[in-house]
């Protein structure tokens, strides 16, 4: 079994006020089911990019109610970094750092990454924590549209997306790596779009990486169709809807 002495989720946010309670309780209620796992530091830092909607009024009153029930701990970093891709290195930098101070290596410490619109099932972080363990240097997960998508378009969706083990998609909706092998790749670049398959492309591309694709721990993510960047998930819903390749 390999080591793991934390993990820590990552969550870039942009005016997602409407969004971040319900992400952030779905966050919570899975790290309190990883009681297996009690030796484990777990953390979750928000990093909110540029927001002007209150988003950081949501993370407050959060910080608190994780403070008061324990097991894991909440806390934000404010950006201006105007980007996802420059957002989850800001917060990863922050979680190699607390975790260095704290006298560990890169290689006991698991990055999970999730969005804010985005609500992670119970089992969401001991299926991460089991992969960890067991010498999975990355995970990457699979996502499905929320209830509001109608029904055709799911259909369409779901023609267009594989659901299944060793999946060929990425999502840093639904990612994990650890530390180890995230600063070996060279970490995210500050990209808008695509940052997420870009690392994952690195990582397997690495000598001795491993990487497992699984639909194991399946998140739901919004069905919006107005993005936060053009050209991401909701612009692909957009276009499907559209009917555009």
Not at 47 to 72: F, I, K, N
Not at 215 to 220: G, K, L, N
Request: proline fraction near 4%; charged fraction near 20%.
């Amino acid at each position: 079994m390999t080591r793991v002495d934390a993990l820590t989720v990552v969550i870039p946010a942009r005016n997602e006020v409407l969004a971040l309670p319900a992400c952030l309780e779905a966050l919570h209620a899975s790290f309190q089911l990883a009681g297996p796992h009690a030796d484990v530091i777990l953390r979750a830092i928000v990093v909110l990019d540029s927001c002007t909607d209150g988003s950081d009024t949501v993370v407050r009153a959060a910080t608190q109610a994780w403070h008061q029930a324990g097991r894991a701990a909440l806390e934000s970093i404010t950006v201006m970094a105007g980007g996802v891709g420059l957002a989850r290195a800001i917060v990863n930098a922050r979680a190699l750092a607390l975790h260095a101070g704290a006298g560990h290596e890169p290689d006991t410490l698991w990055l999970a990454s999730t969005d804010a619109d985005t609500l992670v099932p119970g089992h969401w972080i001991s299926t991460h924590l089991c992969a960890a363990r067991a010498g999975e240097d990355a995970l990457v997960g699979t996502v499905e549209p929320d209830a509001t998508l109608p029904l055709h378009d799911r259909a369409l969706w779901l023609e267009r997306h594989h659901l299944v083990e060793d999946h060929p998609h990425v999502h840093g909706a639904n990612l994990g790596v650890r530390a180890s092998a995230y600063l070996a790749v060279g970490g995210y670049r500050a990209l808008t779009l695509h940052e997420d398959a870009d690392l994952v492309g690195r990582l397997r591309a690495a000598p001795g990486v491993r990487v497992r694709a699984t639909d194991a721990h399946r998140v739901v993510t919004s069905s919006r169709l107005e993005a936060r960047a053009s050209g991401g998930f909701a612009t692909y819903l957009k276009n499907l809807t559209r009917g555009v390749s």
